[in-house]
């Protein structure tokens, strides 16, 4: 069963960056990879994804702030979260971008002065 660990949350203050991690129990080479944003009592929503071929994209909200890559030699993808406004607390998972599989805890971020 293929897991997802999601690290790299924690209390950051309005604009400021973090670095989020996902590291894969699997290989994710051949398979696109998301990163989800889950607000407290909301849906999860897509924030972003990178295709096996390492093509971007970004939800209208985070576009130009937060960057998705992807380390395949260590079935790691990463989230450059930068300029975070709102203070408000996120959970963000990572998962396939497609048929998602079993969610992992997530990793928090705070955003608070």
């Known amino acids: 069963q293929v897991q997802f660990v999601e690290s790299g949350g924690g209390l950051v203050q309005p604009g400021g960056s973090l670095r989020l991690s996902c590291t894969v129990s699997?290989?994710?080479?051949?398979?696109?990879v998301g990163w989800y944003c889950q607000d407290s009592g909301k849906q999860r929503e897509l924030v972003a994804s990178v295709s096996s071929g390492c093509s971007e994209n970004y939800g209208d909200s985070v576009k130009d702030r937060f960057t998705i890559s992807r380390y395949n030699a260590k079935n790691t993808v990463y989230l450059q979260l930068n300029s975070l406004k709102h203070e408000k607390t996120d959970v963000y998972y990572c998962?396939?971008?497609?048929?998602?599989?079993?969610w992992g805890q997530g990793t928090k971020v705070a955003v608070s002065s």
């Open positions: 998962n396939t971008r497609w048929d998602n599989l079993i």
């Open positions: 699997g290989s994710i080479s051949s398979i696109s």
